[in-house]
């Protein structure tokens, strides 16, 4: 039986005492402990290899932030290198692949990944899960298909992901294969997860937002909704679309519990279009620069217009590693005393 359960009684839709708070990128380099911990392995890929090490800064935010869910630390990019496709990481500058999807060889050559492909994130959850001794809940993730996919064509980050739309524009039916393998790997992948004792899950379309709705809703929304079917079963689902505001009522129809939210969007017009379903979301972590008054007032602003029933307060995207510390506890704390 978990200690603190709100994160988890939030995605199901029950009313909550006080509103559950955690942070995207809680575990990364916002924190000094995180700095400390990576560099006890030689890269980025091999600290995320390392159970006891990705274990260690999974729970640092929980004795830290004190925040409600502890989310495992690991990568969207394990999924691609699992199904055959390396990365690196480049410091300062992000995932870089040597070799990317161009033909539909390249796609017939990738295995459906499972499990086992993956089995040190199943360690370091199993771990993770073990030395939380059930204070909070933990949360699993995976990319979205569309964003996944994105990086396999494109072979680093991009502002515009043009090569991989080019590859939706020019080679709609491969796109499709290549979609409908990584959602196979990922649900292979999640359901994985959930027996090494994930409690929720959460996917990130980080990229949702370069693609037209109609775009949207062929090469992603339909994978998405895929995963979901295969996942709610067994434990509750946030959809995190960035930047897709028009889907919002479309992501309340599948089968997830809670919908993530970027900052660009008003609760309110949120509400109105998410059919009951749980939110998200979703201060600017710009905000977190502001001076604490200012960080007070506006994260008070957020958790009015959210109200404490379906809603699990976060940010609109992850922490940017040059946001304070202090800063950061200061969010969590304001949510934490705030009385509705
Ligand atoms: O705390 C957590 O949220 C859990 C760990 C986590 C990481 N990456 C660790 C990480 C999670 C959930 C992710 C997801 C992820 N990774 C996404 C989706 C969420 C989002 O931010 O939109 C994406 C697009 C990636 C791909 C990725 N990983 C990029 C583009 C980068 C480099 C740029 C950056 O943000 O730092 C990474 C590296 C990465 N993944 C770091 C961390 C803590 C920083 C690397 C380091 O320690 O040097």
């Known amino acids: 039986m978990l200690k603190n359960d709100l994160v988890l009684r939030a995605a199901r839709g029950e009313t909550t005492?006080?509103?559950p708070v955690w942070l995207m990128r809680q575990a990364g380099r916002v924190l000094p402990e995180y700095r400390a911990t990576r560099a006890k392995a030689k890269g980025f890929i091999e600290f995320v290899k390392s159970p006891d090490l990705a274990c260690e800064v999974s729970i640092q935010p929980i004795d830290i932030l004190g925040v409600d869910a502890a989310i495992i630390f690991?990568?969207?990019?394990?999924?691609?290198?699992?199904?055959?496709?390396?990365?690196?990481?480049?410091?300062?500058?992000?995932?870089w692949f040597e070799k990317t999807i161009q033909t539909k060889n390249d796609i017939d050559e990738l295995i459906i990944a499972d499990?086992?492909?993956?089995?040190?994130?199943?360690?370091?959850?199993?771990?993770?899960?073990?030395?939380?001794?059930?204070?909070?809940?933990?949360?699993?993730?995976?990319?979205?298909?569309?964003?996944?996919?994105?990086?396999?064509?494109?072979?680093?980050?991009?502002?515009?992901?043009?090569?991989?739309?080019?590859?939706?524009?020019?080679?709609p039916e491969f796109s499709h294969l290549l979609l409908e393998k990584i959602t196979l790997s990922t649900i292979n992948y999640l359901k994985g997860?959930?027996?090494?004792?994930?409690?929720?899950?959460?996917?990130?379309?980080?990229?949702?937002?370069?693609?037209a709705p109609e775009q949207?809703?062929?090469?992603?929304?339909?994978?998405?909704?895929?995963?979901?079917?295969?996942?709610?079963?067994?434990v509750p689902i946030t959809v995190f679309a960035k930047d897709a505001h028009y889907a919002i009522n479309k992501i309340s129809k599948l089968n997830c519990n809670v919908i993530g939210l970027d900052?660009?969007?008003?609760?309110?017009?949120?509400?109105?279009?998410?059919?009951?379903?749980?939110?998200?979301?979703?201060a600017d972590p710009c905000l977190l620069y502001a001076d604490k008054k200012t960080i007070k007032t506006e994260t008070e602003k957020m958790l009015r217009a959210f109200g404490n029933k379906n809603y699990i307060a976060n940010l609109g995207h992850g922490l940017y590693p040059d946001i304070e510390k202090e800063k950061v506890k200061f969010f969590v704390e304001c949510v934490k005393e705030f009385k509705s």
């Open 17 to 19: 005492e006080r509103i």
């Open 74 to 95: 690991s990568d969207i990019l394990v999924i691609p290198e699992a199904m055959g496709l390396p990365y690196q990481m480049i410091e300062s500058k992000g995932p």
């Open 115 to 171: 499990e086992n492909d993956l089995h040190y994130v199943m360690k370091a959850i199993s771990l993770t899960k073990k030395q939380l001794d059930n204070r909070v809940p933990l949360i699993g993730f995976a990319g979205a298909p569309w964003t996944i996919f994105a990086y396999m064509i494109e072979g680093s980050g991009s502002k515009t992901f043009s090569k991989a739309k080019q590859f939706l524009y020019t080679q």
């Open 193 to 211: 997860q959930i027996k090494s004792g994930a409690d929720l899950i959460q996917l990130f379309d980080s990229w949702a937002g370069v693609l």
């Open 216 to 234: 949207f809703y062929e090469f992603s929304l339909k994978y998405i909704s895929k995963i979901c079917d295969a996942v709610q079963p067994l």
């Open 263 to 282: 900052w660009t969007i008003h609760p309110a017009t949120a509400r109105e279009q998410a059919n009951e379903k749980t939110l998200q979301g979703n």
